[in-house]
């Protein structure tokens, strides 16, 4: 009966009348043991569960957290490909930029060439389920190779600001974890204009990736109208957030400086002193936290407009069977490059949920805890890249690795369009 109940379909009448579940009743009806912090709390059970039911354009996967809270649907979908000398959208990093005056994205393309293009978001996005039946996006700016005169190789966030495009980035492999170059700004309408920056946010790779704005309702709060924020995305990880960041600054002190750009740190999680889950960062090859671990991965972060809650998308692995470091994983024959699953499926796209609120009122800018977190099955396979919210239409867009492949070698993020908002 037990494995009999992860198939049940939560009623209307359940998500209306919303109770926390304890830990101690996620652990006993889900359908394996996982670690988790016994003081915390999760709203629903299936959003942690080993079995998920599948999720496509027609019967898209909505977590019960995120339908407690929100008004959620998906939009559609439209891809992304183009291919010039500067690079293409074959295996792109995919962090993503949304742009009011175009209705469009800026898209940071192949993971070798740091560079970026603009494409107008179809006026009409697809329900297929094929990607070969799914427009393609109109280019706007052909790719653009950015960081050639620095040492950064990999671009972490985009935002758009008037004129401006800022730009984030760091050293994938940053062994010392020394540097502090991480933002740039370029012109928006001509992104080949040479970019102004290096400037730096104090924090660095701390806090220098996704970029979005904060909503009217909390601006007073948090006592600015932008944040920025980034977790343990690439390499080195004691450099990074152990957690998703928030830190609140000014895009107009990018513009006006020529070095150091203020911001106001909300909530870090600094390895050793600050974990968001104790020790998160070790590979045991036992079972994860769902709440942290060395495989989670916070690639973007927004707050929903007209509420407190600081959302923040990407992906998790390892709850169920575990995490290790160079291991040869269940099915393979060769040791996997770094951290790994146990298991290879054991990896999924994943969202965590914060009270801003509750946020300023902690002693640390490390003690808050997501009161909702859990896996969100996208209606395309693969993982979640990057993302990028437009609050005039409550519009989350959000880049799906691969998904957009239609030959044999091409590998284009897929665009993923969800519409959230506050009940």
């Not at 950015?146 to 985009?158: Q, V």
């Not at 495009?165 to 760091?170: D, M």
């Not at 806090?207 to 904060?214: D, E, T």
């Not at 080195?236 to 150091?260: E, K, N, Y």
Request: proline share 5%; hydrophobic share 40%; aromatic share 12%.
């Amino acid at each position: 009966m037990k494995f009999f109940k992860i198939f049940v379909l939560t009623t209307l009448t359940a998500l209306t009348a919303i109770s926390c579940f304890t830990i101690d009743k996620v652990l006993n009806n889900a359908p394996t043991k996982v670690n988790i912090d016994k003081n915390a709390k999760v709203l629903f059970n299936e959003d942690i569960s080993q079995i998920m039911l599948e999720s496509n354009p027609d019967k898209p996967h909505y977590p019960l957290g995120l339908q407690a809270q929100f008004d959620i649907e998906y939009a559609g979908a439209f891809r992304v490909y183009v291919k010039n000398n500067a690079s293409t959208s074959s295996y792109a990093v995919g962090v993503l930029g949304y742009n009011p005056k175009n209705n469009s994205i800026f898209m940071a393309g192949h993971a070798h060439h740091n560079a970026i293009a603009e494409f107008r978001i179809p006026d009409v996005l697809s329900f297929e389920d094929s990607a070969k039946n799914i427009p393609n996006a109109t280019v706007l700016q052909n790719y653009v190779t950015l960081l050639d005169d620095t040492r950064n190789d990999k671009i972490t966030g985009m935002l758009a600001y008037g004129d401006s495009l800022l730009v984030t980035s760091e050293i994938w492999y940053d062994g010392n974890g020394k540097n502090k170059d991480n933002l740039q700004v370029l012109n928006i309408n001509d992104i080949s204009e040479k970019p102004k920056g290096m400037l730096q946010f104090n924090g660095a790779a701390r806090i220098a990736g996704y970029m979005s704005k904060i909503p009217i309702n909390m601006q007073t709060a948090l006592g600015g109208k932008y944040l920025v924020g980034w977790s343990s995305v690439f390499a080195i990880t004691s450099r990074h957030s152990q957690g998703p960041s928030l830190a609140v600054f000014s895009p107009q002190d990018a513009l006006d400086t020529d070095l150091l750009v203020a911001n106001d740190i909300k909530q870090v999680y600094p390895i050793y002193k600050g974990d968001l889950v104790a020790g998160a960062h070790k590979y045991t090859g036992k079972p994860a936290s769902p709440i942290w671990s060395a495989l989670a991965k916070g690639r973007y972060g927004f707050i929903i407009p007209k509420t407190s809650t600081f959302m923040v998308v990407g992906s998790q692995g390892g709850i169920h069977s575990g995490i290790g470091y160079k291991i040869i994983q269940e099915g393979k024959n060769k040791a996997c490059a770094g951290g790994c699953t146990n298991d290879p499926k054991d990896n999924y796209n994943y969202y965590w949920l914060f009270d801003t609120n509750e946020m300023l009122e902690n002693e640390n800018p490390w003690d808050l805890k997501p009161f909702s977190y859990g896996k969100w099955r996208m209606p395309f396979s693969g993982s979640i890249l990057g993302a990028t919210f437009d609050d005039n239409n409550n519009m989350l867009y959000m880049s799906i690795s691969s998904a957009a492949r239609t030959g044999n070698y091409d590998r284009p993020p897929m665009i993923v369009a969800y519409k959230i908002a506050v009940k």
